[in-house]
Antibody, heavy 120, light 106 residues
Framework: EVQLVESGGDLLQPGGSLRLSCATSGFSFSSHAMTWVRQAPGKGLEWVSSVSASGGSTYYADSVEGRFTISRDNSKNTLFLQMNSLRAEDTAVYYC?????????????WGQGTLVTVSS | DIQMTQSPSSMSASVGDRVTFTCRASQTINKYLNWYQQKPGKAPKLLIYSGSSLQSGVPSRFSGSGSGTDFTLTISSLQPEDFATYYCQQSFSTPLTFGGGTKVDI
């Protein structure tokens, strides 16, 4: 059974930093691109960042470029999102998602989400 | 960036209705359009990928069509468990983008 479990969400002040993790199991992690998608309270889905299967290629939304860093540890089947210089507008539930095939940019499995709240 | 526009933003329907949602891309995305269903407090669920391919395990009452810039998602006979919000997403190029969603309620 494929499982994705996010962790690391928290309440923090503007300007702070946070590292999200997504522990996975049940599939060949090193064979799939992975993605972070967020959803602000009461709002729609927003793509945040993606990483290729090897970790060699990364992609970011303009809204987080330069502040967030996506990475992965294929030996531990885990995806990360390092979030720096956090802003109130980064408040959202953050989901990790698995590419349906190696790199398809569509997502067949999602985690349950982890809440990040940025507020003074 | 490719903008995705969904219409309507919300709709009311009844069990058994045939419902159709529309998603329009600001530029051609060939067939690279995906549909997700999301229920409150839950993660999105992939329904349709590549415009018209039904994801494994998804009931056949769901179907997708379109290419280029205009796409539709159809539910042939709405079931109680289908009341949810539906999002389209283009997978043609980064930045990947989602539509604003269509909420279906009773």
């Amino acid at each position: 059974e494929v499982q994705l479990v996010e962790s690391g969400g928290d309440l923090l002040q503007p300007g702070g930093s946070l590292r999200l993790s997504c522990a996975t199991s049940g599939f060949s992690f090193s064979s799939h691109a992975m993605t972070w998608v967020r959803q602000a309270p009461g709002k729609g889905l927003e793509w945040v960042s993606s990483v290729s299967a090897s970790g060699g290629s990364t992609y970011y939304a303009d809204s987080v470029e330069g502040r967030f860093t996506i990475s992965r540890d294929n030996s531990k089947n885990t995806l990360f999102l390092q979030m720096n210089s956090l802003r109130a507008e980064d408040t959202a539930v953050y989901y990790c998602a698995k590419d349906r095939i190696t790199i398809s940019w569509d997502f067949d499995y999602w985690g349950q989400g982890t809440l990040v709240t940025v507020s003074s | 960036d490719i903008q995705m526009t969904q219409s309507p933003s919300s709709m009311s329907a009844s069990v058994g209705d045939r419902v159709t949602f529309t998603c329009r891309a600001s530029q051609t995305i060939n067939k690279y359009l995906n549909w997700y269903q999301q229920k409150p407090g839950k993660a999105p669920k992939l329904l349709i990928y590549s415009g018209s391919s039904l994801q494994s395990g998804v009931p056949s009452r769901f179907s997708g069509s379109g290419s280029g810039t205009d796409f539709t998602l159809t539910i042939s006979s709405l079931q109680p468990e289908d009341f949810a919000t539906y999002y389209c997403q283009q997978s043609f190029s980064t930045p990947l983008t989602f539509g604003g969603g269509t909420k279906v309620d009773i």
